[in-house]
């Protein structure tokens, strides 16, 4: 496998400067560091009734639930023809 490498010839001095910096630091300096932190907080959500369609709760689908419908497609060919 081949390998890549930056070709700084291309490079100004300020960049070269950052890179040459970067490079000292490392990547993953200046990073937090790690610790103890509270567990996830649980998300509830409702589940709908079983009797409930989706597009009675999310507009998203009933967005896309007019594609499907039969009557619309009808009126749309009514138009073209």
């Known amino acids: 496998m081949a390998s890549s490498g930056l070709q700084d010839d291309e490079l100004d001095d300020e960049d070269r400067a950052a890179l040459a910096e970067l490079s000292l630091k490392g990547y993953y300096h200046n990073r937090p ?3 103890e932190c509270p567990p996830p907080t649980r998300i509830v959500d409702e589940a709908p009734a079983a009797d409930q369609r989706r597009t009675d709760f999310d507009e998203f ?3 896309w639930d007019h594609f499907d419908d039969e009557k619309d497609d009808e009126d749309h060919v009514k138009e073209v023809r």
Request: proline share 0%; net charge positive.
């Open 33 to 35: 560091k790690s610790g």
């Open 61 to 63: 689908q009933r967005k």
